[in-house]
């Protein structure tokens, strides 16, 4: 199974365009090339590259420059949620074994299970939040649970837009600083992404002191 999954990969690298979602600079050229279709080629690039597991970061940074915040926020949010639902459901059903063997054992499972009990949908959104959690790994992490689809497909909808916005915006604010504009927004951006990377560690912080007082 890693060897079909590894010669698909490769294909999929050798014969599409997967191979320009590591190069900003050309992901946004090829973006503007494509005119009326560059939408649906930048959603569809976002499902494949989170189904085969290549980090979206600068996918989304690039499209913030192309189809500027709201869209851009917009059609990254509704391609990584695609792309989510269909590694969840790899992960569920063809890919069982292989997501068990590489995964079953993966120090959150356990948790991840439990949670999944007693509020599904909180703890979706809350670890799609942080913009720092391993996107990939816990799309096959949530197949492995018994968690509803559409919780977790509402969950991830929303828990993302936070941190995909502020990409978008820095990838938008990174253009126009780019080309001699304003700079505020580019930290403004920057400030909004390293608050929502350190606010689950506040909040687990907080946590511990609750439990100590």
């Not at 979706?124 to 649970?145: M, Y």
Request: proline residues 5%.
């Amino acid at each position: 199974m890693c060897l079909a999954i590894g010669l698909i990969t490769a294909l999929l690298f050798r014969y599409t365009p997967l191979m320009t979602l590591f190069d900003q600079a050309m992901l946004i050229m090829e973006l503007h090339k494509l005119g009326g279709y560059a939408v649906f080629a930048f959603v569809i690039a976002h499902l494949l590259s989170t189904i085969v597991g290549i980090p979206g970061t600068i996918l989304t940074i690039a499209g913030g420059a192309v189809f500027g915040v709201i869209w851009g926020t917009l059609w990254s949010v509704v391609g990584a949620t695609l792309g989510a639902i269909a590694a969840f459901w790899l992960a569920r059903t063809l890919l069982h074994d292989w997501a068990e063997r590489h995964f079953g054992h993966h120090p959150t499972m356990a948790r991840f299970k439990r949670s999944m009990q007693q509020h599904p949908l909180n703890f979706v959104l809350a670890v799609r939040f942080a913009p720092i959690s391993p996107f990939n790994i816990v799309n096959f992490l949530f197949g492995l649970t018994p968690i509803d689809a559409r919780i977790y497909a509402i969950g991830t909808f929303l828990g993302i837009i936070p941190g995909t916005l502020a990409y978008t915006w820095l990838g938008a604010a990174g253009i126009q600083a780019l080309h001699g504009g304003d700079r505020l927004p580019l930290l403004l951006a920057l400030g909004v992404l390293t608050l929502l990377s350190v606010l689950p560690m506040l909040g687990k912080t907080l946590q511990r002191r609750r439990r100590c007082a």
